[in-house]
DNA sequence: TCCATTCTCTGACCTTAGTCAGACACTGAG
DNA sequence: CTCAGTGTCTGACTAAGGTCAGAGAATGGA
């Protein structure tokens, strides 16, 4: 990695963690612990199970349940049961407790507004400019891929999501029995491999790759979530998917794709794939590509 | 001040305290506390006075104490009388200290490491490039500019500066006895006032303004440190003595300024002011500019 | 020389943040 | 109905981070 490339990222942690990171806790913990607003923060209008707020937050359960304890003395949020779920507990915002939580969004107002305060118009919109791009990058980077087995309830949810996608863009719809599918075991090693993206834990994407042992790698069923493109995670799923299929000593890797999804094309094209004649019959694919693994891929 | 911006900084915010922050301490203090780490690293190669450490860190005085012993007790740092006041002690790492010191600087270039390492080359030269630009903007909007006394010591230092860089870049020298400096009288209120413009607490620029009951408003030394140029300081130093020409009822501002300093006079026009025939007879001065003082200046 | 001031240190004290081991209530499969 | 598992809570504990009021040494100007 580049030497002065690390210096530049260095200097602007340094700068980012004094004057936003100090500055963040100052606003937000104004009258409160920042643990407690963080959780008050993050239960939210809407009300959440008390799991769900100990996984965001990463905190135990037992320190959740006490500074939820705290909250509730102070009449800003009130626990009970579930309905569905009488060991699950749910918390929602009193009257007070909305009040505290537009405060909260107020300061979080406020700060932003010093950070570009001191500014004029044209230093201003450079700076969001900036930000827009630094925080859509490093979002991107918090991405994480991992192999999972296909029947993973992410994998799942990806797959549904994928095949509801299709559904809606392919001119003649979607059938999954129609298609050539692969069956669950195709996708597990030895056989083949499935991919999940997560942001924060939330699958946001998935790529499987199919390793038949007379034919060429296969790609399939690679999908990003609206919520995550964007991020070059199309790309970086195509250089994981060579790297493994080059682990495996694999030489060539090929897929099919359907004429409307356009952005893919585009992609495959940019990645070095090469249009080739169909080497199958999927009934939904328009066009075929082909790559000659490279050796080695950089990240 | 716009709303989506806000929301693009909130949104930078928000991304920005969980990936950067969080993980930065979670770096940084590995195997000691966060509080003892940041210490040893402001104490740094060079040694620092008892008394700087608590300032630049905000710390108070007993803390600060008790984290020396410690750090002290560990062998890392010496504690020792300075030489030139008693009172004060001094801070210098041990040759351990300095092995620690360089482990911290190791893991901050991993930390820099892990945020680019999922990107791909292009992302990375994007990323970085967003990264400078923030913090450049960040940085810029950190400077404070404030009303001193003229005799003020940072006022001073910003004056010998600037004394010295035009001895430096006139054709002819400067000998400020030869010119016509204003005495510090006309450059404190009612008679006129002087800006310092400090970043993190050191003096990085100032600026004069002359405000004579018979004649126009006047900009004196107006000077800006190397080391703070590029960050639009100039132009918010002419932005504030307009605002505050204004406010004492004035309606023209003017200046004069020597051939030598082509990014002023470039400064100047952009700002709208327009270049007159010469209003003294500076013998410094081959420029005069004016410029009539809007009511109201945005930020 | 005296005295107010400056600088650092110590002791006493406090809150926040967090961990861990159980206790207890509830659920769902068999 | 039983029982293993799940979700939450409580009590007991710890470390980190910090504040405050002096004590004591050194300084510098009158």
Not at 234 to 251: P, T
């Amino acid at each position: 990695m580049d030497e002065t490339q690390i210096q530049q990222v260095r200097r602007f942690n340094r700068v980012v963690t004094q004057r936003v990171g100090v500055l963040h806790e100052h606003y937000l913990g104004r009258d409160r612990p920042v643990g407690e607003a963080r959780l008050l923060w993050e239960v939210g209008e809407r009300g959440q199970d008390v799991r769900q707020l100990r996984e965001r937050l990463g905190l135990d359960s037992g320190y959740v349940s006490r500074l939820l304890r705290s909250l509730e003395d102070d009449g800003l949020v009130v626990v009970e049961p579930s309905a569905r779920d009488r060991r699950v507990r749910t918390v929602r915002l009193t009257e007070a407790g909305r009040a505290e939580h537009a405060l909260l969004d107020a300061r979080s107002d406020e700060l932003a507004g010093s950070l570009l305060e001191p500014l004029n118009a044209g230093q201003r919109a450079r700076l969001v400019a900036a930000m827009a791009e630094a925080e859509r990058l490093l979002t991107a980077a918090t991405v994480t891929l991992d192999a999972v087995d296909p029947a993973h309830p992410d994998a799942e949810h990806c797959l549904r999501r994928y095949f509801e996608e299709l559904a809606e863009r392919f001119d003649t719809g979607f059938d999954p029995a129609r298609s050539l599918l692969p069956d669950a075991g195709e996708l597990r090693l030895p056989r083949g491999l499935f991919l999940v993206a997560r942001l924060h834990g939330e699958p946001v994407g998935c790529a499987g790759l199919k390793l038949p042992p007379d034919a060429p790698a296969e790609i399939k069923r690679m999908w990003v979530a609206p919520s995550a493109r964007g991020l070059g995670l199309g790309r970086r799923f195509l250089a994981e998917l060579e790297a493994r299929a080059a682990e495996q000593g694999r030489e060539v890797l090929r897929l099919d794709t359907n004429k409307t999804l356009s952005a893919a094309i585009g992609l495959y094209h940019s990645a070095g794939f090469q249009e080739v004649p169909a080497f199958n019959d999927e009934p939904y694919a328009h066009h075929w590509f082909e790559k000659r693994v490279a050796r080695r891929v950089e990240g």
